[in-house]
């Protein structure tokens, strides 16, 4: 939080010093803390970095090593940082900014001359922001004035989720715009499983189907993984073994010590070290196992089944609550037993009809948007943008 005065307090100092008017045509990207190259953010970014020569964008990365790696990696002049006078005064300049967690500098007002667009990081099926459980007043208060009213538009990918991201932004219902995420434009871009896998571990025992496990990361206490009562890493390696099946594991960074040792040759991580964004590879499993994670709901796009594991439900939603009824809204099995957890997977990948259904019906309610959004939303701000230099003028 401290850090977080102190920029707004730079970012007050430096506004007044700055010239009037702002460039339409310098687009800001930022992500969780300033300090990350990720999300919503990074694929928007790209798009535009690769789509649209007259526009300069600019990504916000306040992480020294970090920057540096990506300028060596995408080019120079792309990459910037608002800890100094002059980097928030390149963010001021810019006529558009595009977030995935918070602002690329703190300030009130910030959006009366800017377009500030925030694309968010997911699909609310947890609360988040002002209806999370555990906020108290004073950063409700803060994030109301610093985050919220600064925001032109706020992103998602439904019009049945307009009003749960109405209320977890305090926002007027007109705020909100159903164009969806760009993480998700990965989705719809062809892998080799067999190259990606290589690429990332190398030779790997011989299988015929690849899972990825992705349980939501509990803050106050470790994730069981396999919570069952009837589970041995014994019987885990000969059911796989039998299936010739591969599961990858990603999970927390501070898990990956439970992860590692426990299991055999079948089962990989496949955390950030080894893949950065997982959206990027998603589409290469054919199973995806999770619990409270919105990540089946982007998933959801590949028709491809989900299974759930909610060993601790009742305590989650205690500890973070849902925006939906959780049964409801999760179309997959949620076996009790390592027995019949066995048997639901090999019936979900043998048998496409299993749960299919259940699967179309989340996936109409929750993605509107069923094909790259990148495009539609750079042709929509450029529009806006246009209208607003056409009444300067």
């Known amino acids: 939080m401290i850090h977080k005065v102190f920029n ?3 970012t007050t100092a430096v506004s007044q010093f700055k010239r009037k008017g702002v460039d339409y045509s310098t687009w800001i990207f930022s992500s969780s803390f300033n ?13 535009v970095l690769k789509n649209e020569p007259g526009i300069t964008p600019l990504y916000v990365i ?15 002049k792309y990459f910037i940082e608002t800890k100094s006078w002059k980097g928030i005064n ?3 300049n810019a006529g558009v900014w595009f977030t995935s967690a918070g602002l690329p500098v703190y300030g009130l007002g910030l959006n009366k001359q800017r377009m500030i667009i925030n694309l968010w990081h997911g699909v609310p099926l947890k609360k988040i922001a002002l209806m999370e459980n555990s906020l108290d007043w004073w950063t409700s208060l803060y994030f109301k004035h610093i985050f919220s009213n600064n ?32 993480r998700n434009d990965a989705l719809f871009s062809q892998n080799s499983r067999e190259k990606v896998l ?30 069952f009562e009837d589970f041995t890493s014994t019987k885990l390696d000969n059911f796989l073994e039998d299936q010739k099946l591969l599961i990858f594991v990603r999970c927390h960074q501070s898990e990956m010590g439970s992860t590692t040792n426990k299991f055999g040759d079948r089962v990989k991580l496949i955390n950030a070290d080894r893949v950065e964004e997982i959206m990027d590879i998603i589409n290469i499993f054919d199973l995806l196992i999770t619990d409270y994670s919105s990540i089946f709901i982007d998933y959801l ?14 305590q989650y939603i205690g500890d973070r609550g849902f925006n939906f009824d959780y049964d409801s809204i999760t179309p997959g099995p949620k076996p009790a037993t390592f027995g019949s957890f066995q048997q639901e997977v090999i019936r979900l990948l043998e048998n496409q009809l299993y749960y299919q259904a259940e699967r179309q019906n989340a996936n109409l309610f929750f993605n509107q948007i069923q094909e790259e959004c990148s495009p539609e939303i750079c042709t929509r701000i450029k529009e806006i943008v246009g209208m607003k230099r056409s009444k300067k003028e």
Do not use: C
């Open 198 to 227: 290589n690429e990332i571990y190398g030779q790997l025992p011989a299988y015929n189907k690849v899972v990825l496990y992705a349980p939501t990361f509990r803050e106050n206490r470790g994730t069981k993984f396999f919570p």
């Open 8 to 10: 707004l307090l730079r």
């Open 90 to 92: 390149k963010v001021l």
């Open 151 to 182: 925001y032109t538009h706020i992103l998602t990918t439904s019009e049945n989720l307009v009003s749960t991201m109405q209320k977890s932004f305090g926002v007027p219902r007109e705020t909100i715009k159903v164009w969806g995420q760009p």
């Open 35 to 47: 300090t990350k190259y990720n999300y919503n953010s990074k694929y928007l970014f790209e798009y």
């Open 301 to 314: 796009l590949t028709q491809k089944p989900v299974l759930f594991l909610p060993y601790d439900k009742e």
């Open 62 to 76: 306040n992480d020294d090593t970090l920057r540096e790696k990506l300028k060596g990696q995408i080019g120079n």
